[in-house]
């Protein structure tokens, strides 16, 4: 047993958590190494689905895999570098995770131990350590379970595992807490996050999966009330700090409570029904300490307006600084992060046959020149809550700076079915928008454009789903391929570098209610 005091809103709390005993450390071996491939959900703690990958356009399909998994909207997609993929389950055929060969697509193993957990965090070697919210597990790259099993207090539903730069693992539980585990399988530590508003106790529940710079966590919170657990209110951006120390190892550096605005303060234009389906989200830019808040009105509530954040937070700070607050009815965001300041791990040596806890390590920021480029960062992408334009924001205001309609550059209607993925490419140099579209021709006519767009690429035009690749630079369609069982594409598309001998692969994954597939393309 292990006896965790957390003190959370001025309340003192005595929590209780029930775990094996230890767990091999998960990272291990000499050197230091960064985040290869798409190893997570978000593909990087930050959450900005973003990573390096040779795009050419010369697409083309790899393998593809028959594969049963959750239902949309759980189904994230998978994750994988250039040891292994791995992809979640639906809980009854395929229990927990199925990993995948990268180079044909079969079966290497699949877990029987978690039953439809979230996406698991993967190693430079193909390990994982993942969880469904009871259990806690690591595997090898070779499907070897490592015990024993780190059994948790019951956190399910949980968003997919993250990791802090001082080798603590993080589950959030969309039940209002936060657990934390050292990468050797020791337990760390626990906190909730009870609270009042309006004379009411209850809970700030988590509502978008978190993000991580450095030792720090952001959650993004709504408050539910201990007497009516149906209803969310107000929204709480939390920010927590992890540290490997004694005692204090959770601290809520700060928190935001984010006001109820409605559209007359705006002067717009009322919208209805568009952002039923939008959920909300933090994306998180290291190479400039800037964080990004997508908030949708909550359901119930007349008249709000869907509203885009930007904050700026060092690691050091207590009260984060708002760069802007503007109108933005966005259904996801994504953007191009260069790493500077990426966790790495380095590899430790064998002693007496056990692998000891690896150690992170944060690399140091350069001093930027606060005018220039680097600090504005990347731009900002979007798409809209109908999913029929992609816009480019400004990441210091937040404004519009150009859009691409699907349906100008195809000359008929299509929208996003998946994530939006931002990949830079060295050769050809640039950045590439990928994601997946669902296409209906007006009146049934396939308009001449989309067929020469597929006919560069040998693509059946007379189809409805398919994976688009856009070249940035100069905002054209780079290519454009069907998915080979017309399912739509859902969830993160994972990219995965494979080195100078083999062609990068991007994984993708459909489903839909008549069944759902994986398959890879070279690029």
């Known amino acids: 047993m292990l006896f965790i005091y957390c003190r959370c809103d001025r309340m003192l709390m005595m929590v209780t958590v029930t775990f094996s005993l230890l767990m091999t450390s998960f990272f291990h071996g000499s050197s230091s190494l960064p985040v290869e491939g798409c190893p997570m959900f978000g593909c990087r703690p930050s959450g900005t689905f973003s990573y390096d990958l040779d795009v050419t356009n010369n697409v083309s399909l790899a393998w593809p895999r028959p594969f049963r998994q959750a239902e949309s909207p759980d189904t994230l997609g998978c994750l994988g570098n250039q040891e292994l993929v791995v992809c979640q389950g639906d809980g009854r055929i395929n229990r927990g995770y199925v990993s995948l060969n990268v180079d044909n697509g079969s079966l290497v193993w699949s877990d029987k131990v978690l039953n439809h957990p979230s996406l698991p965090i993967m190693d430079v070697y193909g390990d994982i350590v993942g969880t469904d919210g009871r259990k806690l597990v ?30 603590i693992f993080a589950i959030v539980s969309k039940k209002g807490l936060l657990v934390t585990v050292e990468s050797n399988g ?4 626990f906190m909730d996050f009870r609270g009042s508003e309006e004379r009411m ?38 920010a927590v700090d992890i540290f490997n120390v004694l005692s204090g190892k959770l601290k809520v550096a700060w928190y935001y409570n984010f006001e109820k605005l409605s559209y007359s303060k705006y002067d717009i234009p009322i919208k209805h029904n568009v952002d039923d389906v939008s959920p909300p989200q933090i994306l998180l830019n290291t190479d400039t300490e800037t964080f990004y808040v997508n908030l949708p009105p909550l359901h119930y509530t007349e008249n709000a307006i869907h509203l885009l954040y930007g904050f700026k937070d060092d690691l050091n700070s207590t009260v984060p ?8 009815s ?10 500077i300041g990426r966790l790495e791990t380095v590899k430790t040596k064998n002693h007496d046959g056990q692998w000891v806890s690896f150690q992170g390590k944060h690399k140091p920021r350069g001093a930027i020149n606060e005018n220039s480029d680097s600090i504005n960062g990347s731009v900002l992408w979007a798409v809209s809550t109908d999913k029929s334009l992609i816009l480019k924001l400004s990441p210091t205001d937040g404004s519009v700076l ?47 454009t989309f067929k020469n767009l597929c006919k560069n690429h040998l693509t059946n035009p ?59 393309l070279k690029t």
């Open 201 to 238: 106790n209850g809970t700030f529940i988590p509502i978008a999966p978190p993000v991580v710079n450095g030792h720090r966590i952001y959650m993004l919170t709504a408050f539910r009330p201990d007497n009516n657990k149906s209803e969310l209110s107000m929204r709480r951006l939390y």
């Open 186 to 189: 020791v337990p760390h530590a």
């Open 402 to 448: 150009s859009h691409i309609s699907l349906k100008d550059i195809f000359d008929m209607p299509a929208t996003v079915t998946s994530r939006m993925m931002v990949a830079k490419s060295k050769s050809p140099p640039g950045e590439f928008l990928i994601f997946g579209i669902d296409v209906t021709p007006s009146n049934g006519a396939v308009s001449k």
């Open 321 to 328: 600084t708002t760069l802007f607050k503007t109108p933005q």
């Open 462 to 520: 007379h189809l409805r789903y398919y994976v688009v690749s856009i070249q940035l630079t100069n905002l054209v369609v780079n290519w454009v391929i069907d998915t080979p069982k017309q399912y739509p594409v859902v969830g993160q598309i994972a990219g995965i570098k494979r080195g100078k001998d083999k062609t990068d692969l991007l994984i993708v994954t459909t489903n839909a209610q008549q069944g759902s597939e994986v398959f890879a």
């Open 138 to 167: 690591m595997y090898e790259v070779d499907g070897t379970l490592v015990k024993p099993i780190v059994n948790e207090k019951n956190l399910s539903p949980v968003y997919s595992i993250t990791f802090s730069d001082n080798n």
């Open 330 to 339: 966005v259904s996801q965001l994504s953007m191009y992060e260069s790493g």
